[in-house]
């Protein structure tokens, strides 16, 4: 009599990894930056850049770096994150060295050396990402830090009100000078700041999602649990009056709201986060002179013009500027190089860069620029749909939030739509702060994603 033995192999199927397909459209990014680097230098000189092979080959030696750590130490990561990230990053280089050539500009000292501190800027922020993926090797760890997080963030808030330590720049308080330096602490709270809302909301959102009553449609939360959203708008309140920084308080009041929201799926928190938002600017709005400033330009640009070129102390010229370069630029644009957004003058490579976007690339060029935007916050929601974890759920959507918020601040704000707020495009402007944190925010979101797609064994 014979026993017959029968081994079964269990095999983990999956999704592929896609790490070719990012690959190939890193290759492609790389190649559209150098596109734009070479069109900038034959409208301004007539001849292609001496840099060009330099720039494409550091620009194309980052990415590469970058992917191949993805490629090791997150393999099932989204792959269209780094792509759409390096391509406004390189984006913004052209751009922020075709301001560097502008004689006006030079002769004010706003521009002249920006584009290789910001490529020094781009390799620190990406040195950085490469660190978080590869000692980040799970985001739910920093569920441990919830509140550490929260001290951090309010920290990082408080260091430009130290004296001696921060800094007055334009009206607006959300800077520490350290040597030659110039940091924004307010870029990298909202990442910590958006760990500590993941956790505390992931154990609360229960209790927050209880209604105690029915009005108008709406299911209101019980009185006890309004706590949480009356301690972060009175602290959006406090940043907005101590630092004159409208777009921070905007940008943390707001993210917080959509996190809220997500975790307990009621409507009635966002009802009430916009009319705490509203009604704490039109607060603040009546007494504080720097934000009335911002108000009354954008109630009135070219009267603010007009003040200004009469030399009125208190009153600028930019968002009057900045509407005249969207309208110069028409549907398709005046063409890289070819545009006149040096007229701005101060913050032309920083706060105003999506001008010089839309006065040489015109209404298609500024849709692509917000597209690629959209598509980092929607590949940032399917993470957050695809984490199998609550925290990881939150976090991505916090990030995301967030980021989608700073772009809509921003780009409110250049183009007309809302007051100025003094926050920069996240990866096109020039800036360390900004450019650092972002590569942070997508490596963060990143390391999620690697864990949601992962398969199953």
């Known amino acids: 009599m014979s026993h017959t033995t029968s081994t079964s192999t269990h095999h983990t199927i999956g999704i592929p990894n896609r790490r070719n397909t990012e690959l190939a459209l890193l290759v492609f990014a790389v190649a559209i930056t150098a596109f734009a680097y070479a069109n900038v230098g034959l409208a301004i000189n007539g001849q292609v850049p001496t840099g060009l092979l330099s720039y494409s080959l550091g620009l194309g030696l980052l990415a590469g770096v970058a992917h191949l750590?993805?490629?090791?130490?997150?393999?099932?990561?989204?792959?269209?994150?780094?792509?759409?990230a390096t391509l406004l990053n390189g984006l913004g280089l052209v751009v922020i060295w075709r301001l560097d050539q502008s004689k006006l500009l030079q002769s004010i000292k706003q521009a002249g050396t920006a584009a290789p501190r910001q490529l020094m800027y781009t390799t620190m922020g990406i040195a950085l990402f490469i660190v978080v993926l590869i000692f980040l090797k799970d985001h739910r760890v920093l569920q441990r830090y919830t509140y550490i997080s929260m001290v951090g963030a309010l920290v990082l808030l408080l260091l430009p009100l130290v004296p001696g330590l921060g800094a007055n720049i334009y009206g607006a308080k959300i800077w520490i000078h350290v040597g030659s330096f110039s940091i924004q602490p307010g870029e990298f709270a909202k990442i910590v700041l958006a760990v500590f809302f993941a956790g505390y909301l992931m154990v609360k959102r229960d209790a927050l999602a209880l209604a105690s009553r029915r009005f108008m449609?709406?299911?209101?939360?019980?009185?006890?649990?309004?706590?949480?959203?009356?301690?972060?708008?009175?602290?959006?309140?406090?940043?907005?009056?101590?630092?004159?920084?409208?777009?921070?308080?905007?940008?943390?009041?707001?993210?917080f709201v959509i996190m809220l929201y997500v975790a307990t799926e009621r409507t009635s928190w966002i009802v009430f986060g916009l009319l705490m938002s509203a009604a704490g600017a039109v607060g603040v709005a009546s007494f504080e002179p720097h934000v009335q400033q911002r108000v009354q330009a954008w109630l009135d640009p070219m009267h603010e013009y007009m003040l200004s070129r009469q030399n009125v102390v208190g009153h600028s010229e930019q968002?009057?500027?900045?509407?005249?370069?969207?309208?110069?630029?028409?549907?398709?644009?005046?063409?890289?190089?070819?545009?006149?957004?040096?007229?701005?003058?101060?913050?032309?490579?920083?706060?105003?860069?999506?001008?010089?976007?839309?006065?040489?690339?015109?209404?298609?060029?500024?849709?692509?620029?917000?597209?690629?935007?959209?598509?980092?916050?929607?590949?940032?929601?399917?993470?957050?749909?695809?984490?199998?974890?609550?925290?990881?759920?939150?976090?991505?959507?916090?990030?995301?939030?967030?980021?989608?918020?700073?772009?809509?601040?921003?780009?409110?704000?250049?183009?007309?739509?809302?007051?100025?707020?003094?926050?920069?495009?996240?990866?096109?402007?020039?800036?360390?702060?900004?450019?650092i944190a972002n590569w942070v925010l997508i490596g963060i979101l990143i390391r999620i994603s690697d864990t949601a797609r992962r398969p199953a064994p």
């Open 69 to 84: 750590v993805v490629r090791k130490a997150a393999p099932h990561a989204d792959p269209l994150l780094l792509p759409l």
């Open 217 to 255: 449609g709406l299911y209101l939360p019980r009185g006890r649990d309004l706590g949480p959203i009356l301690v972060i708008w009175f602290l959006s309140i406090l940043i907005l009056v101590f630092e004159t920084d409208l777009g921070t308080s905007l940008l943390f009041f707001g993210m």
């Open 319 to 435: 968002s009057m500027q900045a509407l005249w370069a969207f309208g110069s630029g028409g549907t398709l644009g005046t063409g890289l190089g070819q545009g006149h957004s040096e007229l701005i003058r101060f913050a032309a490579n920083s706060d105003f860069v999506l001008a010089t976007f839309g006065e040489e690339l015109g209404l298609a060029g500024i849709m692509a620029i917000l597209l690629i935007y959209g598509l980092i916050v929607e590949r940032g929601i399917r993470t957050a749909l695809a984490a199998r974890d609550p925290f990881g759920k939150l976090l991505a959507i916090g990030l995301s939030g967030a980021c989608a918020l700073q772009v809509f601040v921003v780009a409110g704000g250049v183009m007309g739509l809302i007051p100025l707020t003094g926050m920069t495009m996240p990866f096109l402007a020039y800036g360390g702060s900004s450019v």
